[in-house]
């Protein structure tokens, strides 16, 4: 029987390893989806793209897979994949934004509504949550191996058009105007800095706290909404309570 369980514990780490892989897998296929159907699909002349690329490179993806999400951008194989963004409210009132990337809308919309509903939020209209968030461009460069200092990659920031900076243990946030990101981000891979990330993300303006007796209700809604396929990122205006 311990054999039994050994093998039954190994199995069990593979199979929760493999899942996690495959959802990073997934995002990073938007990922390229997305770069490409905004760009060029010839990384040589898309820096995002590029950038998505390294990626998938670091995290072992396969280069079928890369290739295939890039070939779904060109319209090759037929399917046309169309951006959509749900507004709604969680548990508590909780102001909630979720960006999907879809090639059925009616079965994307019908499963986002099921999550909100089987959860005690509710989805909402267009406009309904939006104005709650601010648009902005958004880098991230790790410190890890970095020869540089808070004031000089503030002052690289800045002189490559940033609007602001926060700095962590482990990376420096760089923000932008969403307009600007483009450029922001090539004038730092121009001086030589390697990004962890560098998209146009919403971020919230105020954020409303979790009742206690509604965070397994909310957390629950935020797993099955970021456990869909469809779904590229899940926004939140929310905070927990603090233990």
């Known amino acids: 029987m311990s054999g039994h369980s050994k093998w039954h514990n190994i199995q069990g780490r593979k199979n929760a390893q493999d899942a996690k892989r495959g959802k990073i897998f997934q995002k990073i296929s938007r990922d390229l989806y997305q770069a490409a159907k905004k760009g060029d699909p010839d990384p040589e002349n898309n820096p995002q793209l590029r950038l998505v690329m390294e990626k998938a490179r670091a995290a072992n993806?396969?280069?079928?897979?890369?290739?295939?999400?890039?070939?779904?951008?060109s319209?090759?194989?037929?399917a046309k994949f169309e951006e959509i963004t749900y507004e709604g409210y969680g548990p508590g009132g909780t102001a909630i934004m979720v960006s999907a990337l879809t090639d059925?809308?009616?079965?994307?919309?019908?499963?986002?509504?099921?999550?909100?509903?089987?959860?005690?939020?509710?989805?909402?209209?267009?406009g309904s949550v939006s104005y709650m968030f601010d648009r902005k461009g958004y880098i991230v460069v790790l410190r890890d191996g970095l020869d540089t200092d808070e004031d000089t990659m503030l002052m690289d920031a800045l002189d490559a058009g940033a609007d602001d900076m926060k700095t962590s243990d482990d990376e420096y946030e760089i923000f932008t105007d969403p307009k600007a990101m483009d450029d922001v981000r090539d004038?730092?891979?121009?001086?030589?800095?390697?990004?962890?990330?560098?998209?146009?993300?919403?971020?919230p303006e105020n954020t409303t706290e979790?009742?206690?007796d509604k965070i397994s209700q909310y957390t629950g809604l935020i797993d099955e909404l970021e456990e869909?396929?469809?779904?590229q990122?899940?926004?939140e205006a929310a905070t927990l309570p603090q233990e």
């Open 75 to 78: 319209g090759i194989g037929g």
């Open 233 to 235: 990122d899940v926004y």
């Open 187 to 203: 004038a730092l891979q121009e001086k030589g800095y390697d990004l962890d990330t560098a998209e146009v993300r919403l971020f």
């Open 61 to 73: 993806m396969p280069k079928d897979n890369v290739q295939r999400a890039i070939d779904k951008a």
């Open 210 to 212: 979790v009742p206690e």
């Open 104 to 126: 059925n809308k009616n079965r994307t919309a019908a499963a986002i509504r099921s999550a909100f509903t089987h959860h005690g939020g509710t989805l909402g209209t267009s």
């Open 228 to 231: 869909n396929d469809d779904v």
